[in-house]
């Protein structure tokens, strides 16, 4: 239904990261962005994928924690999986 990486349930999800890919001249472009600990009033200048009725949201607004390493679980878990 959204698009995106969201968290709670559908009525009051707010949008985390994003997903994304372009395809030119027989070229693929991906990549994802998370947001951890960003300013989130820009947010409310744009519509994030087109999605009108949801809000954007950070990890550290969801659990106070310290993310300095999550780049690296991330790539971590992102190997891991392209070896199975």
């Known amino acids: 239904k959204n698009i995106g990486i969201w968290t709670g349930n ?7 990261a994003a997903i ?10 991906h990549g994802f962005s998370i947001n951890i600990n960003n300013d989130l009033k820009a947010y409310k200048k744009i519509i ?11 990890l550290k607004e969801i659990k106070n924690q310290n993310y300095d390493k999550i780049g690296s679980k991330i790539i971590n ?4 999986n392209l070896e199975n």
């Open 20 to 29: 994304g890919i372009r395809v030119k001249k027989w070229i693929a472009y």
């Open 48 to 58: 994030p994928c087109g999605v009108t009725d949801k809000d954007v949201s950070n």
């Open 10 to 16: 559908y009525e009051n999800s707010k949008k985390i």
């Open 77 to 80: 878990n992102f190997i891991k």
